[in-house]
């Protein structure tokens, strides 16, 4: 069996040092830690690069 380290798609810290969530998107898996969730939330095209098509996404609308 093959140890992977399971990073943070955008800060890349492990899991050793910070609590991950698991996604999925275009079919494909990514780990975003806890304090890094808001920038897939608010400012996604931050995330260019290092998951498919963020830069055409748009920021979550939270209108009340």
Known sequence: ???TM???LNCQ???SLVPLVSLRYQGSSAWI???CL???IHDPQRLAGR???AES???AD???
Request: with cysteine.
């Open 57 to 59: 996404m748009t920021p």
């Open 6 to 8: 399971l990073v943070c």
């Open 33 to 35: 830690c806890s304090q």
């Open 13 to 15: 810290r492990p899991e």
């Open 62 to 64: 939270h209108h009340d």
């Open 51 to 53: 998951l498919a098509d």
């Open 1 to 3: 069996m093959t140890d």
């Open 38 to 40: 808001p920038v897939l």
